[in-house]
């Protein structure tokens, strides 16, 4: 069974550069996760989606950050512009529903220069 | 209040030991509990999880106890491998919500 795609796998761009990252969930899951992962501040959520539908995005850091769901199969998160303090490893997970196992990506290591 | 507390960050253990990771949340409403384990240039995958109506759950070498008065639970790794090498995560969640609160993690490292 296919997982959690995740790409690009690493990105390597300049500050103040555009920066798209994409996710397909697995097949059939209705939920999906952005989350970043960072030494300093362990797994944080960002936002996520049920049904396509962005539930809760507090987890946005600023309005530099930005992520859509146009399909069940497909989901975008877009840092415009980038700066440094964005490097990190952001992870998408999908799941069935509420409290439901979250099955995540491989991630993609971003670093802004 | 949705804080779960792990420790300790790091541990080394020898080949056949028990590895034995701690958790710690304040908010009752949590009832789903799930461990990760991840390894480098991976993306955390589920390991074991509990719900509080048991207080122990055994998946082969793996185990997760529950403490509900105490509100702790921790992960018990027997007979710990090399290749149970990883940083394992602990989480917390309403069943109600969609939100996992997760642990900052644990560096596990069993030597040979």
């Known amino acids: 069974d296919a997982g959690v795609i995740q790409s690009p796998r690493h990105e390597v761009t300049e500050m103040g550069q555009e920066v798209t990252l994409r996710c397909k969930p697995i097949?059939?899951?209705?939920?999906l996760f952005w989350y970043r992962q960072t030494m300093m501040r362990g797994l944080e959520l960002l936002i996520y989606f049920n049904n396509n539908v962005p539930i809760d995005d507090s987890g946005m850091p600023e309005d530099r950050f930005s992520a859509k769901m146009p399909n069940a199969s497909f989901s975008t998160l877009k840092i415009q512009p980038s700066e440094p303090r964005d490097s990190a490893v952001y992870f998408c997970a999908s799941s069935t529903g509420q409290g439901q196992p979250q099955h995540f990506g491989d991630g993609t290591r971003l670093s802004i220069l | 209040q949705q804080q779960v507390k792990q420790s300790p960050q790091s541990l080394i253990v020898q080949k056949g030991g028990i590895s034995i990771i701690n958790c710690a949340y304040e908010n009752t409403a949590f009832d789903y509990f799930p461990w990760y384990q991840q390894f480098p240039g991976k993306g955390p995958a589920l390991l074991i999880a509990i719900r509080p109506d048991v207080s122990e759950k055994k998946e082969g070498r793996f185990t997760i106890s529950f403490n509900k008065s105490a509100k702790q639970f921790s992960l018990h790794i027997m007979d710990s491998q090399p290749g149970d090498s990883a940083t394992y995560f602990c989480a917390a969640v309403t069943s109600g919500t969609y939100k996992y609160i997760f642990g900052t993690g644990t560096r596990l490292k069993v030597l040979a």
């Open positions: 097949s059939g899951h209705n939920s």
